[in-house]
C-alpha cells in the first residue's frame, strides 16, 4: 500500500468514523469519538486491503485495456463476494466478539440495517479503488502507445531521409558517365552538356530534401534531362509528354521521373534503326513512363536501385502503390498522383494525437460510468437512512433505487459495448447481404 492510498483510507477513516459517531453514538465524548475513529479504521483498513488484493489479483490476470468487460464483470463479482465477506466477519467481531450483544439480533433491528449500511459504504470504497485502477492502466497504455508511435515515426522518417541520399551521388554517377561518353565523342556537345547538367543538378540540389513535388516542377524538369539524352543518342531516343493540364498541380516524388528514365536508358538499347521511345502520360491519378521493350545484355544481375528507391518512398508517404508492368513489348511503370501534400510522419498508421484522442475518450466513458456507480452507492444509502429514521413504515426509497438502478445497468451496458456489438453486427450482415446481391 503506498503513500497515496493511506492518506486516502484515512481520510475515508475520519469521515465515516465522524459521520457514525454523530448520527449513531449517543454519548458524545472524546473517548467514544475516538473509540469509533479506531473502530472505523479497523472496518476501512480491513476492507481496503482485502478489495485491493482483489483489484490487484485481477489485474495481473486480466488487462483492463485488452479485457475490459471480462475485468469489470469479474471485479464487480468478486467486489461483492469478498466485501459481503468482509462486513459480516468485522461486523461479528465488532458487535458479538467486542460489545458482547445478542447473536440473535445480528441479521435483525439496527445490527440487520448496520450490515447493510456497511456493505454498501464497502462497495463505495471497491467502486472508487477499480476506477483508479482503471484509468490509471488506461493512461500507462496510451503513453505506451504514444511512445511506440513516436519511435514508428522517427524509424520511418529515418528511412526516408536514407533513401533521398541515394538520389544524390546515384544521379552524379549516372551523369559522369554520360559526360565521360560525350567527351570522347564531341567534346563542344560535352561542354554544353557540363553546363545543363550544372542546371540539373542545382534541381537535385534543391529539391532532394523535399517530400514531395508538383507534377509540372517534375515534368519540368524531366524535359531538361530527356534534352541532355538527346544530346548523347541523337535520334536513337524519342520522348512524347501527354500530361493532363488539370494534373500539373498533383503532386510526385522528387526526382522520379529522372530515376526511371534512367532506368529506360541503362537497360535498353537505342540505335537509329531501332529507336527508343520513351512515353511520359498522365491518366487516371497515375503517372505513367512506358518505353517499347529492347533490353540490353547485361554481364551481371541489376540491383534496380533507382526504382526500389522510388517504391519505398511512395510506401513510406501514401499507402497507393506503385504498378510495374512488362510485356514482350513495352515497360511500364505507374506512380501515383496525390492531390495533397503530406509528410512522412502523417502516413504512419496510429499517429501519436490519434492516440491521446481515443484513449481519452475512452477514459471520459468510463468516468461517466464510475462517476454514475459512485452518485448511486452514496445517494441511495443516505436516502435509505433518511427513510428508516423518519418512516420507516413506508419504504420510498426503493422507488429510486429501482429506478436510478436500471438507468445504471442501461449505462453499463453502452459503456462496455454489449449495444454497440449488437449494432456492428447488424450493419456487417445488412453490408454482406447487400454484397451478396452485387
Known amino acids: 500500500m503506498n503513500k497515496r492510498s493511506l492518506i486516502t483510507i484515512s481520510w475515508i477513516t475520519f469521515i465515516i468514523g465522524t459521520i457514525i459517531f454523530v448520527f449513531f453514538v449517543?454519548?458524545?465524548?472524546?473517548?467514544?469519538?475516538?473509540?469509533?475513529?479506531?473502530?472505523?479504521?479497523?472496518?476501512?483498513?480491513?476492507?481496503?486491503l482485502g478489495n485491493g488484493f482483489i483489484n490487484d489479483y485481477l489485474s495481473?490476470?486480466?488487462?483492463?485495456?485488452?479485457?475490459?468487460?471480462?475485468?469489470?464483470?469479474?471485479?464487480?463479482?468478486?467486489?461483492?463476494?469478498?466485501?459481503?465477506?468482509?462486513?459480516?466477519?468485522?461486523?461479528y467481531i465488532n458487535f458479538i466478539i467486542y460489545q458482547k450483544q445478542d447473536f440473535s439480533k445480528f441479521f435483525s433491528g439496527e445490527m440487520g440495517f448496520f450490515n447493510w449500511f456497511s456493505i454498501n459504504i464497502a462497495l463505495l470504497i471497491s467502486a472508487i479503488l477499480h476506477a483508479k485502477g482503471f484509468i490509471e492502466e488506461w493512461k500507462k497504455s496510451s503513453r505506451k502507445e504514444v511512445v511506440e508511435q513516436k519511435l514508428i515515426a522517427k524509424s520511418a522518417n529515418a528511412q526516408f531521409e536514407s533513401l533521398k541520399n541515394?538520389?544524390?551521388?546515384?544521379?552524379?554517377?549516372?551523369?559522369?558517365?554520360?559526360?565521360?561518353?560525350?567527351?570522347?565523342?564531341?567534346?563542344?556537345?560535352?561542354?554544353?552538356?557540363?553546363?545543363?547538367?550544372?542546371?540539373?543538378?542545382?534541381?537535385?540540389?534543391?529539391?532532394?530534401?523535399?517530400?514531395?513535388?508538383?507534377?509540372?516542377?517534375?515534368?519540368?524538369?524531366?524535359?531538361?534531362?530527356?534534352?541532355?539524352?538527346?544530346?548523347?543518342?541523337?535520334?536513337?531516343v524519342s520522348f512524347e509528354f501527354k500530361v493532363n493540364e488539370t494534373d500539373l498541380k498533383s503532386y510526385v516524388v522528387p526526382l522520379s521521373l529522372q530515376l526511371l528514365l534512367e532506368?529506360?536508358?541503362?537497360?535498353?538499347?537505342?540505335?537509329?534503326?531501332?529507336p527508343?521511345?520513351?512515353?511520359?502520360?498522365?491518366?487516371?491519378?497515375?503517372?505513367?513512363?512506358?518505353?517499347?521493350?529492347?533490353?540490353?545484355?547485361?554481364?551481371?544481375?541489376?540491383?534496380?536501385?533507382?526504382?526500389?528507391?522510388?517504391?519505398?518512398?511512395?510506401?513510406?508517404l501514401t499507402k497507393q502503390n506503385?504498378?510495374?508492368?512488362?510485356?514482350?513489348?513495352?515497360?511500364?511503370?505507374?506512380?501515383?498522383?496525390?492531390?495533397?501534400?503530406?509528410?512522412?510522419?502523417?502516413?504512419?498508421?496510429?499517429?501519436?494525437?490519434?492516440?491521446?484522442?481515443?484513449?481519452a475518450k475512452r477514459v471520459e466513458e468510463l468516468k461517466g460510468f464510475y462517476s454514475n456507480l459512485i452518485s448511486y452507492v452514496i445517494i441511495i444509502p443516505f436516502l435509505a437512512f433518511i427513510?428508516?429514521?423518519?418512516?420507516?413504515?413506508?419504504?420510498?426509497?426503493?422507488?429510486?433505487?429501482?429506478?436510478?438502478?436500471?438507468?445504471l445497468s442501461i449505462h453499463a451496458l453502452k459503456t462496455y459495448g454489449i449495444g454497440r456489438n449488437w449494432e456492428e453486427k447488424q450493419i456487417q450482415k445488412i453490408l454482406d447481404r447487400e454484397n451478396s446481391k452485387n
Not at 454519548?27 to 472505523?40: A, G, P
Not at 544524390?168 to 560525350?182: A, E, G, K, M, Y
Not at 521493350?293 to 540491383?303: P, T, V, Y
Open 26 to 48: 449517543p454519548e458524545k465524548t472524546v473517548e467514544n469519538y475516538i473509540t469509533n475513529i479506531l473502530i472505523s479504521a479497523f472496518y476501512t483498513f480491513t476492507i481496503a
Open 60 to 91: 495481473r490476470r486480466f488487462s483492463w485495456v485488452d479485457h475490459t468487460r471480462k475485468r469489470t464483470i469479474l471485479g464487480v463479482i468478486g467486489a461483492i463476494l469478498v466485501n459481503v465477506i468482509l462486513v459480516f466477519v468485522l461486523n
Open 166 to 236: 541515394q538520389l544524390d551521388p546515384h544521379f552524379l554517377f549516372n551523369s559522369l558517365n554520360v559526360l565521360s561518353s560525350l567527351i570522347d565523342e564531341n567534346p563542344n556537345q560535352a561542354q554544353r552538356f557540363t553546363a545543363s547538367m550544372s542546371k540539373i543538378y542545382r534541381y537535385v540540389l534543391e529539391q532532394k530534401d523535399k517530400e514531395l513535388v508538383t507534377v509540372a516542377e517534375e515534368i519540368e524538369f524531366a524535359k531538361t534531362y530527356c534534352n541532355l539524352l538527346k544530346t548523347r543518342f541523337e535520334d536513337s
Open 263 to 274: 532506368n529506360c536508358i541503362k537497360h535498353n538499347f537505342a540505335t537509329s534503326t531501332k
Open 276 to 316: 527508343l521511345h520513351i512515353k511520359i502520360y498522365s491518366e487516371n491519378g497515375f503517372l505513367f513512363i512506358e518505353n517499347n521493350l529492347q533490353e540490353r545484355e547485361q554481364m551481371k544481375e541489376s540491383a534496380g536501385i533507382g526504382l526500389s528507391n522510388i517504391v519505398q518512398r511512395y510506401s513510406l
Open 322 to 359: 506503385v504498378f510495374i508492368e512488362k510485356s514482350e513489348d513495352f515497360f511500364k511503370v505507374k506512380i501515383p498522383m496525390l492531390t495533397q501534400k503530406i509528410t512522412a510522419m502523417n502516413t504512419q498508421p496510429s499517429p501519436e494525437s490519434m492516440a491521446y484522442q481515443k484513449a
Open 387 to 407: 427513510n428508516y429514521y423518519t418512516s420507516p413504515q413506508y419504504l420510498w426509497f426503493i422507488w429510486p433505487m429501482l429506478g436510478w438502478g436500471f438507468g
